[in-house]
């Protein structure tokens, strides 16, 4: 993946055209999957090479609001999904007021075409410019390159095909569009927010997942019995409602490897998938205070220390609890586990 980031203070000037997909893109979810996929169909039919034009940090952040300072997908995790839909290059814009400031005009005929627009995909509500002046309808008056509109349709029944019980990846949205399914990015974060981690996952095409780096904790799970990964999570990923979960937990093994000093070749990215329990929360039984991604591994013994570790969240379980001693919450995640493990088979 080759990835430009470009500055309002340093303009760039491509050297190749490209049909050009422009977005936050914020959950990579399904609508935008359909969006991206149309913009690389397009790139192979005019024998240009697909680009996606981004934003960091999310513009509502720089303008005041902290909410967004979290996303669904932080930068790393955006460009991974792009590159997974078949996106090659990315220019990323570092959004700033000054940015903010730059009016519909000259991003329409000054900064497109810098970029290489030959030929612009997206969806009919994009909106860009200081105070969100321009539209497609403006977009469209462009000289520089062609502009194509792909409509949206309502999402109902996306992610659900007759006789497959859940949303799976490729199987949410059509392999080549011609329409792009409404969903928002906020609707997900307000899904996540109320714990609804199944229906997430089906607008987003795949489960919500964070990643982190697994750090030594207070040394008490080994002792209740449920060893627990505590996850130091840099990235600025939105957090799941608190509580415990049923998740995929994925174990990249070049980690471990590297670790024990073997070199991480191409082969070392193999990916080990466990079924866990996941806590999200603050830990009020032993007073834990600031809040915590930790994960149970079923039937998983190994040290975790300094490996990477993602969560995709597959089921919401229940609300985290202050119990009256540690056997009681030894007992109840006992439990958790057994019902977690209606969730894997
Ligand atoms: C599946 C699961 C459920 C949990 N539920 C709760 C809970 O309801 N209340 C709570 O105070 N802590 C809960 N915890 C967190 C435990 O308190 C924590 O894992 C334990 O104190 C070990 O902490 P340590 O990793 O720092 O050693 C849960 C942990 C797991 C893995
Ligand atoms: N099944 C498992 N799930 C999670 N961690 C495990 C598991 N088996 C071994 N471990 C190791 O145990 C560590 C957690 O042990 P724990 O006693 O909870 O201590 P702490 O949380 O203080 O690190 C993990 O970071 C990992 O290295």
């Known amino acids: 993946m080759h990835v430009h980031f470009v500055d309002a203070r340093f303009p760039y000037r491509s050297s190749t055209l490209h049909v050009l997909t ?38 509502r952040a720089v303008l005041g609001d902290p909410a967004f300072l979290r996303m669904l997908t932080p930068l790393r995790e955006r460009l991974a999904l792009f590159h997974s839909l078949g996106l090659r290059r990315a220019y990323v814009l570092h959004y700033t007021p000054e940015f903010s400031r730059i009016s519909a005009d000259e991003f329409r005929d000054v900064w497109l075409p ?22 497609v309808g403006h977009l469209r008056a462009a000289t520089a390159f062609t502009v194509e509109v792909v409509p949206s349709v309502p999402e109902a029944g996306i992610g659900v095909r007759a006789g497959e ?50 750090v030594p904790g207070d040394g008490r799970g080994r002792r209740l019995g449920f060893p627990t990964a505590n996850l130091l999570v840099v990235e600025p990923y939105v957090f799941p409602r608190r509580g415990v979960y049923a998740a995929w937990a994925e174990l990249r093994e070049v980690q471990a490897r590297a670790r024990e000093g073997a070199p991480a070749g191409r082969d070392a990215r193999e990916v080990r998938r466990i079924p866990a329990v996941v806590n999200v929360g603050v830990r009020p039984t032993v007073d834990g205070g600031r809040e915590r991604v930790e994960a149970h591994l079923l039937d998983f ?26 056997s009681a919450l030894a007992e109840q995640i006992a439990r958790d586990v057994a019902f977690a493990r209606k969730h894997f088979v």
């Not at 609508?31 to 981004?54: D, F, I, Q, S, Y």
């Not at 949205?173 to 974060?189: F, G, N």
């Not at 013994?301 to 300094?306: A, V």
């Open 301 to 326: 013994s190994g040290e975790l220390y300094g490996a990477r570790l993602r969560l995709e969240f597959v089921a919401y379980l229940r609300e985290e609890r202050r119990f009256p001693n540690l």
């Open 165 to 214: 019980g859940s949303a799976s990846a490729s199987s949410a949205a059509p392999l080549v569009a011609t329409e792009v399914p409404k969903v928002s990015s906020r609707r997900v974060r307000a899904l996540l927010a109320a714990g609804e981690a199944a229906e997430a996952a089906r607008l987003l095409g795949r489960p919500y997942a964070l990643e982190g780096v697994v």
């Open 22 to 59: 422009l977005g936050m893109f914020d959950g990579v979810h399904v609508g935008h999957a359909a969006l991206l996929r149309r913009a690389v169909r397009a790139a192979e039919e005019r024998g240009l090479e697909p680009a996606v034009v981004t934003f960091t940090p999310h513009p």
């Open 114 to 135: 810098a970029l290489g627009a030959k030929h612009v995909v997206l969806g009919e509500d994009f909106r860009y410019g200081a105070e969100r002046q321009g539209d």
